[in-house]
């Protein structure tokens, strides 16, 4: 499990005076990045080879309140990858400074060939790096069907 340390800033407190909803997906974020950056895929790798990351949902899960000025943790495990590692997924939990869980997500999300703007899979040096990541016990390979999971169509107004 790859976990990352925060603190609740000020600015990332809503009007209730606890973490906001934006906060956690500003951490996820930033917890994503970090571990990428870690398997070599940095900004610079990532436009050499014309990739960039997408996420196609993140599904929050809150179980209790946390407050400013408190050191929390996010963890990453990565549940789930296609072959071509094109597609993959994750599950992140948040952790008071108790290493109390206090909320969980589970996020899908492929990769963009920046040049075409279509989903592509890995480069094999990417690919390699992936798979040579601790998986968790629940780890499946994805398949298109799972990325249609929640199949949501766009409604448009017009």
Known sequence: ??????????????????LGNTAY??????????FLNELGFNQKSMADHHIGPVVFYEHMYY???VFAGKPVKVSLELVGMSEDGMFFEFHHNFYDGKGRNFAHCEMMG????????????????FLK?????????????????????YAKKPMDLV
């Open 63 to 65: 179980f209790k309140e």
């Open 110 to 125: 492929a990769w963009i060939d920046m040049n075409t703007r279509a989903l592509t899979g890995l480069g094999s040096e």
């Open 129 to 149: 790096n992936f798979n040579a990541v601790e998986k968790s016990p629940i780890f499946r390979t994805l398949t298109k069907e799972d990325t249609r999971k």
């Open 25 to 34: 997906i500003n951490y996820m974020s930033h917890t994503r990045m970090a």
């Open 1 to 18: 499990m790859y976990l990352k340390e925060f603190e609740i800033r000020w600015s990332d407190i809503d009007a209730n005076r606890h």
